[in-house]
């Protein structure tokens, strides 16, 4: 018989609040580090929709759950119910990790490190350069920030289902890095080609491609990609996307959002804890548990 985890009262509890959740990865991550680590802890999801979340949080302080991580749609969301905000997170206008302190609630976004940590061996390549970036939501925030604050880019093109919601963005970082150099595009291909083509990085930040819609993706003009070029997609189930096959296809360096996810996992890992993160081997099972779910 397979040894069971012991819950007791002094086991601490964490995980994730986000609709849906049925494909994340991430009580498995978390629960597999725990494990390695020999900490008391346990990761749960809880399937939260937005007309509940005021409420959620409440009730993780009533039951003095340790920490949350919040995905989609909660990241920009969650920020009035907390009682404190990280500089970078308040930068940024979203949260992804959540830490409970005794019924005070901390927010933090690990997302800048995971999307820092995956792109920093580029840092020279991508100094200067122009960029186009899919999503209007809180991922896309965390890959702007990152982009302004670490890699000097010269120019960015956001580009949303709804156009409205990328000018948000635009205007916020206008105002809280007064940088001025953000153009907003609607998702109409093949109108788009001219600009894709003419970024040195292209940035899927969106959900689009995700399990169990792995048939989508942002653009599925080949001519939009080229062998200058880097493509990263944060989406990491599936780990070899629509888009980023089509990248490859025509000659782009491509970038699966594996490293992000685990990098910005193992952040989240050492607020709560205090305790590293064992990233090489929660990296190698996660990439063998995603094969195994083709």
């Known amino acids: 018989?397979?040894?069971?985890?012991?819950?007791?009262?002094?086991?601490?509890?964490?995980?994730?609040?986000?609709?849906?959740?049925?494909?994340?990865?991430?009580?498995?991550?978390?629960?597999?580090?725990?494990?390695?680590?020999?900490?008391?802890?346990l990761y749960l999801p809880f399937d939260i929709t937005s007309n509940n979340l005021k409420d959620a949080l409440k009730g993780m302080v009533a039951l003095g759950i340790t920490g949350f991580n919040v995905t989609i749609p909660h990241k920009e969301k969650v920020i009035p119910f907390l009682n404190?905000?990280?500089?970078?997170?308040?930068?940024?206008g979203a949260v992804n990790t959540i830490v409970n302190d005794n019924g005070i609630l901390y927010g933090h976004n690990t997302d800048v490190h995971g999307i820092y940590e995956t792109l920093k061996e580029y840092k020279k390549d991508l100094s200067g350069s122009v960029v186009s970036i899919f999503g209007a939501?809180?991922?896309?925030?965390?890959?702007?920030?990152?982009?302004?604050?670490?890699?000097?880019?010269?120019?960015i093109h956001?580009?949303?289902?709804?156009?409205?919601?990328?000018?948000?963005?635009?205007?916020?970082?206008?105002?809280?890095?007064?940088?001025?150099?953000?153009?907003?595009?609607?998702?109409?291909?093949?109108?788009l080609v001219k600009v894709l083509s003419k970024s040195k990085l292209i940035i899927n930040a969106s959900s689009i491609g995700?399990?169990?819609?792995?048939?989508?993706?942002?653009?599925?003009?080949?001519?939009?990609?080229?062998?200058?070029?880097?493509v990263f997609d944060i989406v990491y189930n599936p780990i070899s996307t629509k888009f980023l096959r089509l990248a490859a296809r025509e000659g782009a360096t491509i970038i699966n959002g594996l490293k992000m996810f685990v990098e910005q996992g193992a952040h989240s890992f050492e607020l709560w804890t205090g305790k590293p993160m064992p990233t090489e081997e929660i990296y190698a099972a996660l990439k063998s548990q995603l094969k195994e779910g083709l």
């Open 84 to 92: 404190e905000v990280s500089e970078g997170a308040s930068i940024v």
């Open 1 to 41: 018989m397979p040894d069971v985890k012991e819950i007791s009262q002094s086991t601490k509890l964490v995980g994730v609040i986000g609709h849906p959740l049925k494909h994340s990865y991430s009580p498995f991550m978390h629960n597999l580090a725990f494990t390695l680590t020999d900490l008391d802890y």
């Open 158 to 191: 956001l580009i949303n289902r709804t156009v409205e919601r990328a000018d948000v963005i635009k205007t916020y970082f206008s105002e809280k890095m007064l940088y001025n150099r953000i153009k907003t595009h609607s998702l109409y291909p093949p109108d």
């Open 137 to 155: 939501g809180g991922a896309a925030r965390s890959v702007v920030f990152t982009l302004l604050r670490y890699f000097h880019v010269k120019k």
């Open 210 to 230: 995700m399990h169990p819609k792995e048939d989508d993706s942002p653009t599925k003009i080949a001519e939009s990609f080229h062998a200058n070029q880097l």
